[in-house]
């Protein structure tokens, strides 16, 4: 909700959310259909995809049937070889999965070899910020010692994804901010939230807290973005 009154307020199109909550076959089939549609591709300047969803730990989010989508599948609809009405346009992807395996080499969204029509990478002009910090790890089922928990920096996990939550106030807080400068800032901001995350303890002293990491930016914009 918040992510999209923001970018309502910034002046882009109503964002499309009917694929919220589809099974994976819905979801590809229209994708693969949005794909072509001129209000998506040729029609617009640049095109924002946000995936907030369940993770996998192999680089996937889960729909509402917990099926495995790879986010390899969906970049994969929107490079230049498949999508021609986005051609050197920006596609940028924000996505938060509570996910430990991050496919942070950007060859892994290729589709075969460089097209010879413009002569374009496969991935040009993508830009993928992918967070995997669980939406709920402030839970009390993580069973957290309470004493080693600083309250000044405790997340309310009932204010959704940390992550998208910093994006946005980084958004709200810096006008005209470039897409990489926000990366910056964003995983500034996160990585004080984890340090303390880390200095943290658990009730149960034979189990040991998995460490998070910040979110990954895979980039291959041939322009200067600014949100």
């Not at 340090?195 to 200067?224: F, G, W, Y």
């Amino acid at each position: 909700d918040r992510l999209k009154k923001l970018f309502i307020k910034l002046k882009f199109e109503e964002p499309d959310t009917s694929l919220c909550n589809k099974s994976k076959g819905e979801i590809l089939k229209e994708l693969l259909k949005m794909n072509c549609r001129s209000e998506f591709t040729s029609d617009v300047d640049l095109f924002l995809c946000v995936i907030l969803g369940k993770g996998n730990n192999n680089g996937c989010f889960l729909d509402n049937k917990d099926n495995k989508i790879s986010i390899e599948e969906v970049v994969y609809y929107f490079n230049t070889e498949n999508c021609i009405g986005l051609r050197e346009k920006p596609k940028i992807f924000f996505i938060q999965t509570d996910d430990d395996s991050l496919p942070i080499d950007p060859t892994l969204f290729g589709g075969g070899p460089t097209t010879s029509i413009y002569s374009l990478p496969t991935m040009a002009d993508i830009f993928i910020y992918h967070c995997s910090i669980p939406v709920n790890f402030e839970s009390e089922t993580f069973g957290w010692d309470i004493s080693t928990i600083d309250p000044k920096t405790k997340w309310n996990p009932n204010e959704g994804s940390k992550f998208i939550n910093t994006l946005c106030d980084e958004i709200i807080g810096n006008p005209c901010i470039e897409l990489h400068t926000l990366t910056i800032k964003v995983n500034k901001e996160l990585s004080a939230y984890i340090e303390s995350i880390h200095n943290r303890k658990l009730t149960d002293k034979k189990k040991e807290l998995a460490k998070l990491e910040l979110p990954v930016c895979t980039s291959q914009l041939r322009m200067r973005v600014t949100l």
